[in-house]
């Protein structure tokens, strides 16, 4: 199994470019069951979450069905049963894994199946124990008006691909509002859909009762405003200056705002940002929260910030259960963080971080290893790089040319 080498203490400088939307490109490519005819993908990130998602999808075209074991890796495949349902009429499907965040609950794709008409029953276990599932709609799916328990992106994301088959209007109401709900509206409306409201918390859909849609224009993957986020915090932590290049700054404002409260020093333009260390970082309270709130994904990344801020920072993470767990290895490695409650943290710093030898439990927080590694005094080895390499393209060079410290060994 590959692992990093990390050296830190080099002080990073140089221009990075940010690479196409894992999220974005992982909502929309299962979109492409929705086609009559091949539809193209452009400017996606040689990540291994999109190669995954290529194979599954070539495997559903060619033999109907979702490759169990593929779906399983990875938590994005469930995007892939609701329009494999809309197409075929049917589908199984695992109960998706990917990272310890991963196996979390799917209900709000399976209510919003039922309220489309389709049957679901728990179809056994593999050979691991994964739980699989059976769905069909032997009447066809017809729209309906129906409110998301919890605003969940893929869960929105998955049931308006499968509203796009259906008969009649469909009509989502406390639907996510992220960025990659819009950019999926825009890609199959140009396509001759009819979906409204993306961005907002209510989406209409109009059904197009089994028609599949004809390519016309291809997906083109924005920039991933994780990745600007996640480099953006790697400046304020440990870069002269950064420069961030092809990111769309807006959609990471509840970041910069917050890194620029910290006293980072900041320059941003519409499509670049330019970041780096100051002298005197204070310590912020963060609070994660749905689009446009402070995301989810740059929790880890921003608690490793903290670590090296003046003061006490609280940290709230509302999104998910048990997303917390990087705050263990990063104590090992010198932090002072104290857990208050399963949702909430707080980070002392400053505090001198060792080189430490670690394991990625998940992407965003393998990531966050790679950074703290990079500050920390000494030489780290971080294991179990699939996880970072699901989410960052060919990290270790990218970081490299800006004068980090780090081998793939
Ligand atoms: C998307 O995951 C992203 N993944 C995640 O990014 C991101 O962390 C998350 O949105 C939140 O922004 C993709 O877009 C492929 P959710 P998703 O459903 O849609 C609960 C990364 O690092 N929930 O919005 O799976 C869930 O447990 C990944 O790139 C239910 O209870 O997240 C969580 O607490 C990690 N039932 C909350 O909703 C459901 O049926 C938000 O999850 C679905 C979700």
Known sequence: MDKFL???????????????????????????????????????????????????????????????????????????????????????????????????????????????GAEIEAAGQTAHGTEVYNIKAPHGLRGCDHTLRVPSVTGTAGLIMTAVLARGTTVLRNAAMEPEIAYLEEFLNRNGAKITGAGTHTVIVEGREGELLIPKEPFIDPPDRIEAGSFAILGALAAKKLKIKNCNTHEISSLLSVLQNAGAYLETGTNYIVVGKSEHLNAVDVKTQVYPGFATDLQAPFMVLLTQAEGQGLIHETIFEGRLNHIEDLNRMGAKIALCDPHRAIVSGPSKLRGKVLESPDLRAGLAYVMAALVAEGESQIGNIYQIDRGYERIDTRLRSLGADIERI
């Open 6 to 116: 990390v050296r830190g203490g080099n002080i990073l400088e140089g221009e990075i470019e940010v690479s196409g939307s894992k999220n974005a490109a992982l909502v929309a490519m299962p979109a492409s069951l929705l086609f009559k005819g091949k539809i193209d993908f452009l400017n996606l990130p040689e990540i291994e979450d999109i190669k995954r998602m290529r194979e599954l999808l070539s495997g559903i075209e060619a033999k109907g069905e979702i490759d169990l074991d593929i779906a399983k890796r990875f938590r994005a495949s469930i995007l892939t049963v609701g329009p494999a349902l809309a197409r075929f009429g049917k589908a199984v499907f695992p109960h998706p894994g990917g990272c310890v965040i991963g196996a979390r609950p799917i209900d709000v794709f399976l209510e919003g199946w039922e309220n489309m």
